[in-house]
């Protein structure tokens, strides 16, 4: 059997769980950039916490059938129907779940996107499924966990889609808990704050929380454990940041150290060339002016944008005399660009990577 690196977060899915059947929160929207490791947390971790918690819970990604989501909806819903009362069956679908994720990798946040109209029928498919599995659940609550919620608002033809999940999880209400997860979260942020939308204040919204240093500790020691690789967990932590604690870049990270056998500077090396390689960061920035480039660093390092280390950080990329008005006109540029996104009080980066790729092209 081989042997599992996920690490696991069970106060997170502890608490979440508590939220879910506490009566005071039916549906919960969380926000988080892509590759932070959402998607793992909800099928090894919030799954079965709500097990547990005698919940019945339904993953549902939206990118499983990027073109005909409602399809994959209606999927899931049938399965789930047959699995209630069926011991074991749970558990064996979920694994099957992680291993088609696992598959498919990359390859299905890419591609041309062909979209489909849900059909009437459809949507009342969907609509009895749901009221069918609620109801044959015996003191039970049914959890739905819909993955890549934001894809619902990349084509006009899901919004058919839209209204009918909103509307026949209104009235279900409490019956039904949702947990909705984005790898987008501007797309997130559209979904749930403008009025115009379907899903319009329909979900409490929360950042979903980075992986930390337990994590890279983690890592480093199945590192030791299983090849003996030995590499400073400082180093490692300093790295994980650079990269907005990517999850699934710091994963291919161990994997290219436990199969080169090399330094961790050449690894990082190799990730950062593999970063590039997919995200053309060479394309995005040279779309950028070289105050944005500045801006989205400090951004990025978490710094203010006015200061005099940052008068001196764009100085050096280029720009003769910033000023604020500059400084302002450049950030909202970045927003529009869709390169970063504030929520309330918090700037997030939606690319990991970026912000160390323009360090490193400038030297700075």
Request: proline residues 2%; aromatic residues 8%; hydrophobic residues 40%.
């Amino acid at each position: 059997m081989a042997i599992s690196w996920h690490y696991n977060r069970p106060v997170l899915a502890k608490n979440i769980t508590q939220q879910l059947t506490s009566g005071l929160f039916n549906r919960l929207a969380y926000l988080g950039q892509r590759r932070i490791g959402k998607t793992m947390f909800l099928l090894k971790d919030l799954t079965p916490s709500l097990v547990k918690a005698n919940c019945i819970p339904v993953y549902i990604s939206m990118w499983s059938n990027k073109n005909a989501p409602h399809k994959e909806i209606i999927n899931k819903l049938q399965m789930a129907i047959q699995q209630v009362g069926k011991k074991g069956v749970l558990a064996s679908v979920l694994t099957a779940e992680i291993t088609k994720l696992k598959a498919l990798g990359i390859t299905a946040e890419f591609g041309k996107l062909d979209p489909v109209v849900a059909s009437d029928d459809d949507l009342i498919i969907i609509g009895n499924l749901l009221r069918q599995l609620v109801s044959g659940v015996a003191n039970k609550r049914v959890i739905l966990l819909i993955d890549e919620i934001q894809h619902l608002i990349t084509a006009k033809e899901f919004s058919p889609l839209q209204y009918m999940l909103r509307t026949i999880l209104d009235e279900l209400n409490e019956s039904i808990g949702v947990v909705y997860t984005g790898s987008s979260r501007r797309g997130i942020e559209a979904m749930f704050n403008n009025k115009d939308m379907p899903f319009y204040n329909s979900a409490n919204q929360v950042a979903f929380p980075h992986l930390g240093d337990e994590y890279v500790a983690h890592i480093n020691g199945m590192l030791k454990n299983h090849f003996d690789l030995s590499y400073s967990t400082v180093k490692l932590n300093v790295y994980f940041n650079s990269i907005n604690q990517s999850a699934f870049w710091f994963d291919r990270l161990a994997q290219y150290l436990a199969l080169n056998q090399t330094s961790l500077r050449d690894g990082c090396r190799a990730i950062d060339e593999m970063m590039q390689l997919e995200t053309q960061y060479d394309s995005t920035i040279d779309v950028l002016t070289t105050i944005q480039q500045g801006v989205l660093v400090r951004v990025s390092d978490n710094l203010s944008r006015y200061d005099e280390k940052a008068i001196e950080l764009y100085q050096k990329l280029g720009v003769k005399k910033p000023n604020r008005s500059q400084i302002q006109s450049a950030f909202k540029s970045l927003v529009s660009k869709r390169l970063i996104t504030k929520v309330a009080d918090t700037i997030f980066i939606e690319e990991s990577g970026i912000a160390e790729f323009i360090k490193k092209k400038y030297g700075v």
